[in-house]
Each structure stands twice: as C-alpha cells, then as structure tokens.
C-alpha cells in the first residue's frame, strides 16, 4: 500500500524545468534509480521501483534534514522503508548543504 505524501513544490529546483532547458541526456526513471524530492521542508530521496504513467512508485530511502544535513529515520508522517507514488512534477534536484556538510568533516 503506498502512503500519500503531499509534496513540497520543488520551485526553482525542479528536475521537470531543468531538464526543459536541456533534452539531451533525460530518461524515464527505472527500478533501482534513486530520486529526490521535497517534504515539509525535508530532502526525501526514494529508490524506484516502478515508473507507471509520469509517476514513479518506489520506497522512500533516506529523509535528510535541509537544516543541518542530518538523516533522519521519520518526519512528520513519512518514515524510512515506506512506499510512496513520487509524480515527475516534484522531483527536486538535490540541495547544497553547504557549511553544515563541511564543519562536520573537518572535526
């Protein structure tokens, strides 16, 4: 059973307005690719494991915090291993974390 996920709007990040830019290079995800999109304010990327009609449908795996870089195991109703239906309309190009990401490597 999937969960319905009300997704963020990936605004200016879109993969959708990017590749409208650039033709070359895009595909229909397949099983295995792993996507990303935005939750409340959170990274969410889920591993495909169907593409049925501009919708890929597949599990989330990994929720990272836009804050501070952290993964997290749940946010807000959405959980790590849960099943999700991701539209192309809001997959969203992965964020730079910046400063976060580099302090933590450097302690």
Same mark, same amino acid.
């Given at each position: 059973? =999937?969960? =319905? *996920?009300?997704?963020? &709007?990936?605004?200016a990040? /879109?993969?959708? !307005?990017?590749?409208?830019?650039?033709?070359?290079?895009h /595909? &229909?995800?397949g099983?295995?690719?792993?996507? /990303?999109? !935005?939750h409340?304010? @959170?990274? *969410?990327? *889920?591993k495909v494991e169907?593409? *049925?009609?501009?919708? #890929?449908?597949?599990?989330?795996a @990994?929720?990272i #915090?836009?804050?501070?870089? !952290?993964? %997290?195991? /749940? =946010?807000?109703?959405? @959980?790590?291993? $849960?099943?999700?239906?991701?539209p192309?309309n809001c997959?969203?190009?992965?964020?730079t %974390?910046g $400063? @976060?990401?580099e302090? =933590?490597? &450097? $302690?």
């Amino acid at each position: 059973m =999937h969960k =319905h *996920v009300e997704w963020d &709007d990936p605004g200016a990040d /879109s993969v959708m !307005r990017h590749f409208a830019q650039d033709d070359g290079g895009h /595909s &229909d995800p397949g099983p295995g690719d792993i996507l /990303s999109a !935005r939750h409340e304010g @959170a990274v *969410v990327r *889920v591993k495909v494991e169907a593409y *049925v009609e501009g919708t #890929s449908i597949g599990e989330v795996a @990994a929720i990272i #915090s836009l804050d501070n870089g !952290r993964r %997290l195991k /749940s =946010h807000g109703k959405l @959980a790590l291993g $849960d099943t999700v239906r991701l539209p192309d309309n809001c997959r969203a190009l992965e964020p730079t %974390l910046g $400063d @976060a990401e580099e302090k =933590h490597d &450097d $302690d």
